[in-house]
DNA sequence: TCGGTGTGTCATAAC
DNA sequence: GCGTTATGACACACC
């Protein structure tokens, strides 16, 4: 790479001088400073995002298959690579960030410009034009370099002298060759620059899908791009054909062109014209954007295919790895550059233009309009779907058969693309949150919203509302879950509380006091089991583990001793252990020796708990902790309840908000199905009102002039053949209406 | 050390 | 009036 970075650095200032003398400025700053590169690379050195840090990157995400940096075996490695992060990307729902330098070339004066040419040459090529060189990329390049230098200079399209520095026959070889390429810049500009980003472009392909995720978008960013772009036929470039702000201006009915300019509104009919205008096109765009929201979770594989115009089976995508599901976003920045005026042999810079439409390309190449606003003037009356379809359809690097399509504006289907490509764009400045589209995914896979735990039912809700009821409710759900459990829930008792009955055992180990170690191990169990939470992905990273109060059943069994230990062990360590899981009313019941457990303080009804207390001698003091258990008992499971309703009712919300989106999106839809159907509709009425119209004959047997009548539907269903000038004004008078309305 | 989270507890209102 | 429940607020432990 040194060497090369030597070779290429002093060529380059060689050239320059030389082009200098023979009175050709040439400007090294704008190709430093215009963000190329492989240029910028090889001169300065290479940045941040090219370093070898990209193969220490590569080499700890690429698992167990590594790379050494000094023996490189890049087939290997780029395929295991490929694979596996195909393998990778199958669950993965990218939304990536895709950026495309479209350079936008525009034609300076003649003869203003032979110093420029090569300079034009020199950037593009290097440029490599919609397609970033990755880091791993770099990586073939530098070790391609050591192998095939000259090769990879040609392809470069740039030139160089050897080391020595002196001017030998190569160089002025070399020189000479771009000398001529400034001359006739499109004859080498299909070797230089197609054939080197195919080479490019198969690099990139084995690069694709890798951990760098942006490095593959460009070039995807391109492919979908490229669909907008129109393709400059003297350097090679594409620049984005722009989209009207309304679709429908392009869709809705046009008239043929032979009918006279003025006739056009008349033609749709102030039915068309009052229809269409009180829509709203910002509101539109916001629905739609909406739409393409739950589009783009509901029909990711139909859409993905509408998207990009491809089969499943298209390389377009297959190659690229990419999640199917993956919209595409296009940040255009749109750059300029000077090229002269060598507008001949276009074809040769841009092969793509060669499968276009004899009809487009020879008519837009030739004169590529200086920005994209006068593309609009230039071509605006024209068909214009005419030339941007074909360049979608066209401009992919790879060479698919993409059939031909009719009349773009004949039939819906063009409609259709347009609207799935706006909703593209539309989606893509909405930002849309991957995690919740694939959130949303899943409901929509099993169409039941979240998955929520019987315990998180809204009806587990509205029992354990109810007074009495609700504990038993719970109860019964949590003892249902833990069938093993030595013990019961009382039909009063609140949660979590095991009665009496059936804990004498553990009684006699805690010495007659504490909870039941069941209790805590239940209340978990009833609504706070990690693995019921980790439906809700906002509570997926809570790990607690609070085992302090739980019993040793419930605890981790690396907490606990081994079973030989507690065999070995006498009570006494058992009961420290207990000891250590009691609670503070069950220590401080312990030390008053309170002669019942704080499960059956707690849990027992005011008349048994009462004649269990008139049942023994009880001091003051221990009256009142008994009471204070009870209470405290009694508010810690009403905590807990509350905020089981608390999560529930949040739970529930957000399946409401769900839901509510879910039918927004529907309804957006279904809104856009309808306006369809009305463009449809506009279109048919307008045939109909063309062929009856050039049916019509006047009593000499000749036809109407479109330009002095036109036909007005009545409100009763009939058709008037009026003067155009009266057609015009109640045309206006209706155009008037929805504006005074609005004020 | 700080912040998030879970849990227990208290105070209070409502039933 | 008492007991129970619901809930906000706080403290504390844990991660």
């Known amino acids: 790479m040194l060497s090369l970075k030597k070779y290429f650095t002093e060529g380059l200032l060689q050239f320059t001088i030389l082009l200098s003398l023979i009175g050709v400025r040439v400007d090294v700053d704008t190709y430093l400073t215009s963000q190329l590169p492989p240029l910028r690379e090889i001169i300065l050195g290479p940045s941040s995002a090219y370093t070898q840090t990209q193969f220490h990157n590569l080499r700890n995400t690429l698992d167990g298959y590594g790379i050494h940096p000094k023996s490189i075996d890049l087939d290997n490695y780029f395929t295991a690579r490929r694979l596996l992060s195909q393998v990778r990307a199958l669950d993965r729902f990218q939304v990536p960030t895709t950026e495309v330098n479209a350079w936008l070339v525009h034609r300076d004066p003649e003869g203003s410009v032979s110093g420029s040419q090569p300079s034009s040459g020199l950037t593009l090529e290097s440029s490599s034009g919609l397609q970033d060189v990755t880091g791993p990329d770099n990586g073939v390049r530098e070790s391609e370099t050591e192998q095939g230098f000259s090769e990879d200079l040609e392809d470069l399209g740039a030139v160089a002298p050897p080391v020595s520095g002196d001017l030998t026959k190569e160089d002025i070889d070399l020189i000479d060759i771009l000398w001529r390429q400034d001359i006739d810049l499109g004859a080498g500009r299909e070797i230089f620059d197609y054939s080197h980003r195919q ?96 589009q783009a979770m509901e029909v990711n594989t139909s859409t993905s295919e509408i998207l990009y115009n491809a089969p499943p089976g298209d390389p377009l995508s297959t190659n690229y790895s990419l999640a199917p599901n993956t919209p595409i976003n296009q940040n255009v920045s749109l750059h300029q550059a000077s090229l002269g005026g060598c507008s001949q042999d276009f074809s040769l810079f841009s092969p793509e233009v060669e499968s276009l439409p004899v009809a487009s390309s020879s008519t837009l190449l030739p004169l590529v309009p200086s920005n994209s606003t006068s593309l609009n003037s230039t071509f605006g009356s024209t068909n214009l779907a005419g030339l941007f379809f074909p360049a979608q359809l066209n401009s992919t690097a790879n060479d698919t058969a993409v059939p031909e399509l009719p009349d773009p504006l004949g039939g819906l289907l063009d409609e259709a693309m347009l609207d799935e490509i706006s909703l593209m764009d539309l989606a893509i400045e909405e930002g ?293 000038t009266l057609a015009d004004q109640q045309a206006r008078r209706q155009e008037r209406k929805p504006k005074d309305r609005r004020k």
């Open 199 to 294: 080479k490019e472009q198969d690099v990139d392909k084995e690069l694709q899908d890798g951990a760098e995720q942006e490095d593959t978008w460009p070039s995807e960013g391109a492919e979908a791009l490229a669909r907008n772009l129109l393709v400059d036929g003297e350097t090679g470039e594409s620049f984005p054909a722009q989209f009207p702000a309304d679709i429908s201006s392009i869709t809705e009915a046009v008239p043929s062109e032979s009918e006279p300019p003025g006739l056009q509104n008349n033609l749709l009919s102030p039915l068309l014209t009052e229809t269409e205008s009180p829509f709203d096109l910002e509101q539109q765009w916001q629905d739609l954007m909406s739409i393409m929201e739950m």
């Open 432 to 724: 849309f949150n991957p995690v919740q589209a694939s959130q949303l995914e899943e409901e929509f896979d099993s169409d039941s919203g979240l998955s929520l735990d019987s315990s998180h039912s809204p009806s587990s809700l509205s029992s354990s509302e109810g007074s009495s009821s609700s504990s038993s409710s719970s109860s019964s759900s949590s003892s249902s879950t833990s069938s093993s459990a030595s013990s019961s829930f009382s039909e009063e008792g609140a949660v979590g509380y095991s009665s009496d009955s059936e804990t004498l055992d553990l009684e006699e180990a805690e010495g007659a006091v504490g909870y039941q170690p069941e209790y805590s191990k239940f209340c978990r169990m009833s609504y706070q089991d990690p693995s019921q939470l980790s439906c809700l992905p906002y509570l997926e990273h809570v790990g607690h583990n609070h085992t302090y109060n739980m019993a040793p059943s419930a605890l981790d069994s690396a907490d606990l001793p081994p079973p030989s230990a507690l065999k070995k062990g006498s009570k006494e360590k058992q009961a420290d252990f207990l000891d250590k899981q009691m609670s503070r009313d069950e220590h401080r019941a312990r030390a008053m020796k309170i002669p019942f457990t704080n499960d059956k303080i707690i849990n027992l009804p005011v008349e048994e708990f009462n004649e269990l207390l008139s049942k023994y001698q009880l001091s003051e003091a221990q009256l009142s902790l008994i009471r204070d258990i009870r209470r405290r008992g009694k508010n810690k499971m009403a905590a807990q309840n509350c905020r089981k309703r608390k999560l529930d009712t949040i739970l529930n919300l957000e399946r409401d908000v769900e839901d509510l989106q879910r039918d927004k999106a529907r309804l957006l839809r279904e809104k856009v199905e309808f306006l369809r159907s009305l463009r449809q509709m506009k279109q048919k009425v307008q045939s109909l009102y063309q062929e009856v119209f050039g049916r019509l004959r006047d009593e000499n047997g000749r036809p109407y002039s479109p330009s002095q009548y036109a036909l007005q539907y009545a409100g009763d269903g009939s058709v008037l053949l009026i003067p155009r």
